[in-house]
Each structure stands twice: as structure tokens, then as C-alpha cells.
């Protein structure tokens, strides 16, 4: 199972749907983050991870 089908059944799972999805890959192109996010996730962060924007995206979330 890819990460982006991990995504959808997580959100299509009643008790995961609200989950937090952040990906984290190697590919971070416009149309990696794009599909990231059609396939549920709420952010995509490159490799390696800026835990400036880590901490940036999570505290989105936690507005949210």
C-alpha cells in the first residue's frame, strides 16, 4: 500500500477520516503536492524535513 492510498482509507475509516496527514517525501515538485493533497493528506514536506515548516504546519492544525 502507497502513502497515498494509506490516505484515502484513512480518511474513508469513520474513526480516521479527521485524522492530521502530513507526507514526507523525497518528491516535492508542485504535482507531488497536489497529488498529496487530493489523496487526503493535509501538507507534503520535503526531505529532509525543515522542522520550521514541521512546526509551522502543525500549529495550523492545531488552530484548525
Request: glycine share 8%; hydrophobic share 55%.
Amino acid at each position: 500500500m502507497s502513502g497515498f492510498e494509506l490516505a484515502r482509507a484513512l480518511r474513508a475509516a469513520s474513526g480516521t477520516a479527521a485524522a492530521t496527514l502530513i507526507a514526507v517525501s523525497g518528491y516535492a515538485q508542485e504535482k507531488d503536492r497536489e497529488q498529496a493533497l487530493a489523496a487526503g493528506f493535509g501538507e507534503l514536506l520535503a526531505k529532509p524535513v525543515d522542522l520550521h515548516r514541521l512546526d509551522a504546519a502543525l500549529a495550523a492544525v492545531a488552530r484548525d
